[in-house]
Nanobody
Framework: QVQLVESGGGLVQPGGSLRLSCAAS????????LGWYRQAPGNQRELVAG???????NYADSVKGRFTISRDNAKNTGYLQMNSLKPEDTAAYYC??????????WGQGTQVTVSS
């Protein structure tokens, strides 16, 4: 059974930082693509950052220089370090894993709220 469990969301003031975690089980994590998506009310879900199995990363323009995606294959865990947070970063954040055969799995989401 595949499980992706996110943690680390919460309420933070503008300019603050949070680190999201995504613990995976039931899949070959090290050979999978890991992505973090977010969805704000009324908006479509968007890719924030992704990291290939080989380590190549990509970021949405809106978060470049502020967010860092990483993965620890030994722990089957992915991370999203978010710095210099802005109110417009407020959204539900979702971990997504795409396995080698193209199957995609989603976590349950974790809420990030940036507000003073």
């Amino acid at each position: 059974q595949v499980q992706l469990v996110e943690s680390g969301g919460g309420l933070v003031q503008p300019g603050g930082s949070l680190r999201l975690s995504c613990a995976a089980s039931g899949i070959s994590f090290r050979t999978s693509f890991l992505g973090w998506y977010r969805q704000a009310p009324g908006n479509q879900r968007e890719l924030v950052a992704g990291v290939q199995s080989g380590g190549l990363t990509n970021y949405a323009d809106s978060v470049k220089g502020r967010f860092t995606i990483s993965r620890d294959n030994a722990k089957n865990t992915g991370y999203l370090q978010m710095n210099s947070l802005k109110p417009e970063d407020t959204a539900a954040y979702y971990c997504n894993v795409r396995t080698y055969d193209g199957t995609r799995y989603w976590g349950q989401g974790t809420q990030v709220t940036v507000s003073s």
